[in-house]
Nanobody, 124 residues
Framework: QVQLVESGGGLVQAGGSLRLSCAAS????????MGWFRQAPGKEREFVAA????????YYANSVKGRFTISRDNAKNTGSLQMNSPNPEDTAVYYC?????????????????WGQGTQVTVSS
């Protein structure tokens, strides 16, 4: 499995921007689809965005579509989630996930590798 480490979380004002990063190691990252999920206190982990191993296909949750952008750089074994115009409802722990496939998946059980998460807090 690939090992994942998220970074870039923190406190951001509503309407601002924040960029999360996911560093991968251990395997050929370019053969892994990648996703971002989030979990707010007392809620289940939910899908945010996903990207194919080539980067040519992306998929977003309706709640973030048009505001967040997922991307990846296979040469650097990294993935990113650009968060623009966040609102307080986006406050959560954000997790990077990867799976050895080219399927752009939106369910947690479809990903075998997970990072430890990074906290994002959006103030109003």
């Amino acid at each position: 499995q690939v090992q994942l480490v998220e970074s870039g979380g923190g406190l951001v004002q509503a309407g601002g921007s924040l960029r999360l990063s996911c560093a991968a190691s251990g395997r050929t990252f370019s053969r892994y689809a990648m996703g971002w999920f989030r979990q707010a206190p007392g809620k289940e982990r939910e899908f945010v965005a996903a990207i194919s191993w080539s980067g040519h296909r992306t998929y977003y949750a309706n709640s973030v579509k048009g505001r967040f952008t997922i991307s990846r750089d296979n040469a650097k074994n990294t993935g990113s989630l650009q968060m623009n115009s966040p609102n307080p409802e986006d406050t959560a722990v954000y997790y990077c996930a990867a799976d050895y496939s080219d399927y752009v998946a939106a369910r947690t059980y479809e990903y075998a590798s997970w990072g430890q998460g990074t906290q994002v807090t959006v103030s109003s």
